[in-house]
């Protein structure tokens, strides 16, 4: 369904499950970057009342994961470690169009979007099917469902928003570029990593 390339070693589990205060911190993160960027696209692009409404829906949404997964960080003792850069974002927004129309922006903001929320499905999946601490892994599972639809929510605005963008061979660029990406990734302690 997501289309990914390269799908991720369930040994990376494995590495995550060896430091789970720092996977876990990681993860926070992400949860916020991701409420950030749909408070962006919306900041950008309140002319779409169906986006505003919808993306404000998952920015809330990706703010009360945040807040979960700050609760399974103090329940088990752990202290949230400082927020810190993402290469793999990092390397996805370099790759996104800037420089042509406004639709163009838009669009790709949106696939971008989609791709990161695509790769977080996969990689909570991984997490829930090969982690033995089963709390977590039913936290994983529960998340990679939601993320799937935000996923599908952020690739059928871009479908809905084209006003100059062919959006599947954008985005088979996207998942092209990702497939290439993702190898150099996978060997640390982080959602992306």
């Known amino acids: 369904m997501l289309g990914l ?34 408070i962006t696209l919306i900041t950008q692009n309140s002319e779409h009342q169906d986006l505003v409404d919808e993306l404000t829906a998952i920015a809330i949404e990706e703010m009360q994961h945040f807040q979960m997964v700050i609760n399974i960080i103090k329940e088990r003792g752990y202290t949230l470690s400082r927020e810190r ?26 696939l971008f979007a989609a791709m990161i929320e695509a790769r977080s499905c996969e990689r909570f999946r991984v997490l829930s099917l090969n982690i033995k601490d089963k709390e977590l892994a039913k936290f994983y599972h529960e998340l990679m469902v939601s993320e799937a639809g935000h ?22 660029e996207w998942l092209d570029f990702e497939g290439e990406l993702i190898q150099s990734f996978g060997t640390k302690e982080a959602i992306h990593g």
Do not use: M
């Open 85 to 110: 850069k993402d290469d793999y974002v990092g390397r996805l927004v370099k790759f996104s169009k800037k420089d042509g129309s406004r639709n163009q922006a838009f669009i790709d903001r949106l």
């Open 5 to 38: 390339k390269l799908l991720t070693d369930p040994r990376w589990a494995n590495i995550a499950e060896s430091n789970l205060e720092e996977i876990l911190s990681d993860h926070a993160w992400c949860e916020q970057k991701a409420a950030s960027n749909a």
């Open 151 to 172: 996923y599908t929510t952020f690739l059928n605005f871009a479908r809905k928003y084209s006003t100059d963008v062919d959006v599947e061979k954008r985005w088979k």
